[in-house]
């Protein structure tokens, strides 16, 4: 079987959570994984008083130790476009078109599109306008362009709103390593959430007959995104 590439696009350390599971798959099965934010998460509240340099330095390590939780030779990568600068501009979405003809994804996971918070939105338009930017050669240059004979589909997260199919990923095997990466976070901010991490996982899986599961709306012009993910059924 032909090893995949799968991009995991987020705008803060924090917001990959919600694919763990699904990434966690992939690398268990020799896919190249690669999960990159669009910053550093450096104006987070709760640092308040801490210089940008000394949150970026914990919340790059958070993300970097994240990585090593999903499987041993997952890449992670921080962008740098600065918190709450992520803005879908022609120059942001270029810088991305030339990470895109690096990485050269098969799948790319991120934020839904009507996400509240700006950096979210920012970063999946981001991902969405680059995705045609790579496939031109003076946009790319050196790099080769990316022109997959599909459109390379986008698993957005849930979102009830979304006009788009919904899709589910088995994740009951790699279960565990979602709890981990959730306690790695909840340790060091104080949060209270596994009870709300299993309830949901484990409500998601019996939506689609299975123990555990991560829910996804999926954006693509072609059904051949099915054989990217062990996808469920349809909601």
């Known amino acids: 079987m032909t090893k995949k590439t799968i991009l ?27 999960i990159a934010w669009t910053t550093s998460g450096e104006m987070a ?38 918190d709450t600068e992520v803005i879908p501009t022609r120059e942001n979405a270029i810088k991305m078109a030339k990470i895109i003809a690096k990485i050269k994804p098969d799948a790319v996971i991120s934020w839904g599109f009507n996400n509240r918070h700006p950096d979210h939105r920012g970063t999946v338009q981001l991902l969405y306008d680059a995705m045609t930017y790579a496939r031109i050669p003076r946009i790319t240059n ?16 849930y979102e009830k709103i979304s006009p788009l199919r919904t899709v589910y990923v088995d994740i009951s095997e790699t279960y565990p390593q979602v709890e981990k990466a959730f306690k790695l976070y909840a340790d060091f901010y104080g949060w209270s959430v596994k009870d709300w991490i299993h309830v949901r996982r484990r409500t998601d899986g019996m939506d689609c007959g299975v123990k555990f599961a991560e829910k996804f709306n999926v954006f693509s012009r072609y059904e051949p995104y099915s054989s990217l993910l062990p996808i469920n059924n349809d909601e």
């Open 8 to 34: 995991a696009c987020f705008a803060h350390p924090d917001d990959e959570l919600g694919c763990i599971g699904t990434l966690a798959n992939h690398a268990k099965n020799g896919d190249r994984v690669v």
């Open 45 to 82: 509240s709760f640092f308040e008083g801490m210089s940008f340099d000394e949150v970026k330095e914990i919340r790059e390590k958070q993300g970097k130790e994240i990585g090593k939780i999903i499987g041993s030779n997952v890449e992670t990568i921080f962008l740098g476009y600065g």
């Open 142 to 157: 050196p790099d080769p362009p990316h022109r997959p004979p599909f459109h390379i589909p986008m698993f957005l997260y």
